[in-house]
Nanobody, 118 residues
């Protein structure tokens, strides 16, 4: 398992923005696509964004509001979240080698709480 360290969660008002960061090793970034999952209260964990050799992917509920990016110099994956809504409240997880079909990943971050107030 690769180590993924997340930061950047917090409390924000609806319409606001947050940036999540996920720092890992250069080897992890070179060998894997990366992604972000979230788990909303009472719901299953869902894959919301990935970045890899075939470009970015976003689930419909975040497309146009969230942006996933990669800084190879800092070995960090970012998730920029804009126009946040109360339904975006969740624990967000960074993942290496996310699988859209199975909803699994090779490695996980520890999770960071995002709370959006109305």
């Amino acid at each position: 398992q690769e180590q993924l360290v997340e930061s950047g969660g917090g409390l924000v008002q609806a319409g606001g923005s947050l940036r999540l960061s996920c720092t890992t090793s250069k080897r992890t970034l070179q060998r894997n696509s990366m992604g972000w999952f979230r788990q909303r209260p009472g719901k299953a964990r869902e894959l919301i964004a990935t970045i890899g050799w075939n470009g970015p992917y976003y689930t419909e509920s975040v497309r146009g509001r969230f942006n996933i990016s990669l800084d190879n110099a800092k070995n960090t994956v970012y998730l920029d979240m804009n126009n946040l809504k109360p339904e975006d409240t969740a624990v967000y997880y960074c993942a290496a080698a996310p699988n859209k079909v199975t909803g699994t990943a090779a490695s996980w971050g520890q999770g960071t709480q995002v709370t959006v107030s109305s």
